[in-house]
């Protein structure tokens, strides 16, 4: 089964403040995702990447970069953290098959910016 | 623009009662169409896909869904359901010909299972 490790599972930051969440990969995917997960909204895409050195916008970009410097890890950066950036963040990555890509997810980073 | 709609926030239901969890898709094309469960403090996890053909589709744990066309849905169903299948059940959906699968997700249903 693929397994994607995320750290740290939980996390307090101060507004203003950088952070910097972590995806770690162990199966040779291609595609990595992040996500983050609000009650009401279900999983909105924020950044992905189809291999080493590439990052792409995914829906809700602003506020957020993304870093792949390696085919295993995927870093989401926030540089000026805000209280609206509260939220539980899902690392993923799939096997590159196309539309019907399964994806395997983290078990989530828990961020709270007070 | 695709979109995923799961009108049921949370559902109740006793042990041993059958369930459906509804999901509505809309989009000018028949896109892939998933369900993923995520347990407590736990990452998603598929359950079943649906990319063509029969449009009844087994997935684990005895869950199974329907895909109609004419609906623009693809409702979630167990025949008899166990108080581990306590969860939030997501809906989604990615475009077919798009490069890689770019999941667009409902907002989920909790489900809780009444001993």
């Known amino acids: 089964e693929a397994a994607v490790t995320q750290s740290p599972r939980n996390k307090v930051a101060v507004t203003g403040g950088k952070v910097t969440l972590s995806c770690n990969q162990t199966?040779?995917?291609?595609?990595m995702y992040w996500y983050r997960q609000d009650t009401g909204h279900g999983l909105r895409l924020i950044h992905y990447?189809?291999?080493?050195?590439?990052?792409e916008k995914g829906d809700i970009p602003d506020g957020y970069k993304a870093s792949r410097p390696s085919q295993e890890n995927f870093s989401l950066i926030l540089e000026l953290a805000t209280p609206s950036q509260t939220s539980v963040y899902f690392c993923?990555?799939?096997?590159?098959?196309?539309?019907?890509?399964?994806?395997?997810f983290g078990h989530g980073t828990k961020l709270s910016v007070l | 623009a695709q979109s995923v709609t799961q009108p049921d926030a949370r559902v109740t239901v006793s042990e041993g009662a059958s369930l459906q969890l509804r999901c509505k898709y809309s989009?000018?094309?028949?896109?892939?169409l998933f369900w993923y469960v995520q347990y407590p403090r736990q990452g998603l996890q598929l359950l079943l896909k649906?990319?063509?053909?029969?449009?009844v589709v087994q997935g684990v744990n005895g869950f199974e869904a329907e895909f109609s066309k004419s609906n623009s849905s693809f409702h979630l169903r167990k025949a008899s359901v166990h108080w581990s299948d306590s969860a939030v059940y997501f809906c989604?959906?990615?475009?077919?010909?798009?490069?890689?699968?770019?999941?667009?997700f409902g907002a989920g249903t909790q489900l809780i299972v009444i001993p």
């Open positions: 989604a959906v990615s475009m077919r010909g798009s490069a890689l699968g770019r999941l667009h």
């Open positions: 649906y990319y063509s053909g029969d449009p």
């Open positions: 990447s189809y291999g080493a050195g590439s990052t």
């Open positions: 199966n040779n995917h291609n595609n």
């Open positions: 989009s000018s094309v028949t896109p892939y």
């Open positions: 993923a990555s799939g096997d590159a098959r196309g539309a019907n890509e399964r994806l395997f």
